[in-house]
Each structure stands twice: as C-alpha cells, then as structure tokens.
C-alpha cells in the first residue's frame, strides 16, 4: 500500500507563485513515473506535469511557468508553480505508478489533492 501526501497548496494573488509537494511513503521498490493533475470545477481532470524515465513533460497552459522536481531520495516530488494565473485554480492531485517488489505489479495511486486558488 502507497500513501500519497500533497501539501503547499493556497490562496495567492495573480502573479504570485507557490510550491506543492508530494511525499510517497509504504512499500515502495521502484517509483515507475508521477506526475501531477488538477481538476478545476465543472472540468475533468488534466495533466499538468510529468516524469518518467529522467523525462518531465508539461501542459501546454503550463509551460514556462511551472517546473516539476524531484528530490534525491525519490520519494519526494515537487511542482513549482511560478506566474499563477486565476485559471490555474483547481484542488492539484499528485500520483504515481510504483511497484512493491519484483514480483508485484505497477499500481498507480492518487494524494487526496490540495486546493490552489488563485485570485485576480
């Protein structure tokens, strides 16, 4: 079992910027790929950044002002939202495709998400 723990989000002004974690703890052997989400209201939920392989795609709306990371350890993961726009408001969610050992599967697991709001 994984446990995904997002923590950095809140109210800023437009402009302004933040920095969301994500901490992956439990039986981990190998963390395949994360990757962040946000699902604003009324809206599904859409890719905002990811990494696999030494890889870190972006969204589109995102480009250039967001910068995903990852501590040495590995099981620490970072979006460094810079330039936040009030359409970049959404409850951010991270997740991840880790495995347990060499015999288990890829499992993908979701944080429970936090809320950004960005005012104008």
């Known amino acids: 079992q994984v446990q995904l723990v997002e923590s950095g989000g809140g109210l800023v002004q437009g402009g302004g910027s933040l920095r969301l974690s994500c901490v992956a703890s439990?039986?981990?052997?190998?963390?395949?790929?994360m990757g962040w989400y946000r699902q604003a209201p009324g809206k599904q939920r859409e890719l905002v950044a990811s990494?696999?392989?030494?890889?870190?795609n972006y969204a589109d709306s995102v480009k250039g002002r967001f910068t995903m990371s990852r501590d040495n350890a590995g099981n620490t993961w970072y979006l460094q939202m810079n330039g936040l726009k009030p359409e970049d408001t959404a409850v951010y969610y991270c997740?991840?495709?880790?495995?347990?050992?060499?015999?288990?599967?890829?499992?993908?697991?979701w944080g429970q998400g936090t809320q950004v709001t960005v005012s104008l």
């Open positions: 439990g039986r981990i052997l190998s963390i395949h790929a």
């Open positions: 997740n991840a495709a880790t495995q347990a050992d060499w015999n288990s599967p890829i499992v993908v697991d």
């Open positions: 990494m696999s392989g030494g890889v870190t």
